[in-house]
C-alpha cells in the first residue's frame, strides 16, 4: 500500500524539537524525503546547536527513511535560498515547505522593547517568506518549463495570530501577518500548481509547557493527551500530501484530535449614506452597524 507522501520532499523548519520534530517525523513514516531545518536556539532565540536536528534526522534513517540536517537561519534570506538549492540538489526536487520555526519574547505591549519587536517579527513572519520566497522561484520555474508542480506551503500561525493574546502583542502581530500571507501566497501561487494553507495548532511545547503548565499537563492514568504535539501532524501531512490539491488559502485549527476551519475577516452589515459623511453622524451609525454584526471572539486572556 503506497503511502501517502511516497516519494515527496519535504522541508520542516524548526524541526528538532516540539511539533516540528514530530512534523518531520510523521513525513518520514508517510514515504517523504525530510530536511530537518533547526537552529538549535533556546525559547528565547540565543544560541544553537545542531544536536536536536541531528537527532530527528537519524531517527527518520533508523525507521528506513532518507533525511538530511540544515541549520540555516529561517530569517536570513541568503541562508534560506542555499536551503531550497541544497535541498533540490541532494533529492531532485522540492514539494512541501512547512514553516514551523519560531520562538516567544512574551511582554505586555507597554513594555516591548523595540529589540523584542524586531526578534520575533524577523524569525515568524521575515522566516516564513525567506523559505517559502526561495521555494515560490523554484516552482514558477517549473512551471513555465512545463513542469507543473503539485506543491504546498503549509504555515504556522496561532490562535493568537487569529484573535489576539494579552501579553503577546508582537507575537499576536506576527501570527496574523502570517494568516494574511497565506491568503495571498494561496491567490498568487495557483497558477503554478502551488497550494498554501496554515494552520493553528495548540499542543504542549517549549513555548506552551510554563504558560499553561496545567491545561496541557500529560495525563497521568494513560487517557487520551490532547496536549501531545505529535496530534498536530496528521493535518500537515495531509496538507503536504499531493491529495489535498484542492484545498488552498485556508486556515485550520487543531488541538487533540479536534480540526476545524477558521472562519476570518469578511465584509459585514454596511450603509452608504451616499454622499461624504458628516462627522457628528459616523458614531450613531457604526453603533447600528456593530449592532447588526456578530460580535467578535474575546481576546485570549482578556
Known amino acids: 500500500m503506497a503511502k501517502l507522501c511516497e516519494g515527496r520532499t519535504v522541508i520542516v523548519t524548526g524541526a528538532g524539537r516540539g511539533i516540528g520534530r514530530e512534523h518531520a517525523l510523521e513525513f518520514a513514516r508517510q514515504g517523504a524525503r525530510v530536511v530537518v531545518n533547526d537552529l538549535g536556539a533556546e525559547l528565547d532565540g540565543s544560541g544553537g546547536a545542531s544536536g536536536p ?51 516567544l519574547r512574551d511582554r505586555m505591549f507597554v513594555s516591548t522593547s523595540e529589540e523584542e519587536w524586531d ?26 518549463a512545463g513542469r507543473q508542480p503539485n506543491a504546498r506551503i503549509i504555515n504556522t500561525s496561532s490562535g493568537a495570530g487569529l484573535l489576539g493574546s494579552v501579553g503577546q502583542s508582537t507575537y499576536s502581530a506576527a501570527k496574523a501577518g502570517i494568516a494574511a500571507l497565506t491568503l495571498v501566497q494561496a491567490a498568487e501561487m495557483e497558477r503554478y500548481g502551488v497550494t498554501a494553507n496554515s494552520i493553528a495548532p495548540s499542543a504542549r511545547t517549549r ?14 492514568d494513560g487517557s487520551f493527551d490532547v496536549a501531545a504535539p505529535e496530534n498536530i501532524s496528521p493535518l500537515v501531512v495531509w496538507l503536504g500530501s499531493a491529495e489535498s490539491s484542492d484545498i488552498t488559502g485556508r486556515c485550520f485549527e487543531v488541538e487533540g484530535g479536534k480540526l476545524s476551519v477558521a472562519d476570518g475577516w469578511r465584509g459585514g452589515p454596511e450603509v452608504d449614506e451616499g454622499r461624504r459623511w458628516d462627522p457628528s453622524d459616523v458614531g450613531q451609525a457604526l453603533r447600528d452597524l456593530i449592532g447588526k454584526a456578530e460580535p467578535p471572539e474575546k481576546v485570549y486572556g482578556s
Open 207 to 220: 513555548m506552551t509547557e510554563k504558560v499553561f503548565a496545567e491545561t496541557m499537563a500529560k495525563p497521568e
Open 53 to 103: 536536528a541531528a537527532d530527528v534526522a537519524e531517527e527518520i534513517r533508523a525507521m528506513g527513511g532518507e533525511a538530511i540536517v540544515n541549520d540555516a537561519d529561517v530569517a536570513d534570506f541568503e541562508a534560506t535560498g542555499e536551503l531550497v538549492e541544497s535541498t533540490i540538489a541532494t533529492f531532485g526536487g522540492l514539494d512541501v515547505v512547512v514553516n514551523n520555526a519560531g520562538f
Open 119 to 144: 526578534a520575533v517579527i524577523r524569525v515568524h513572519l521575515k522566516g516564513h517568506f525567506c523559505v517559502s520566497r526561495h521555494a515560490s522561484a523554484y516552482w514558477r520555474a517549473e512551471s513555465k
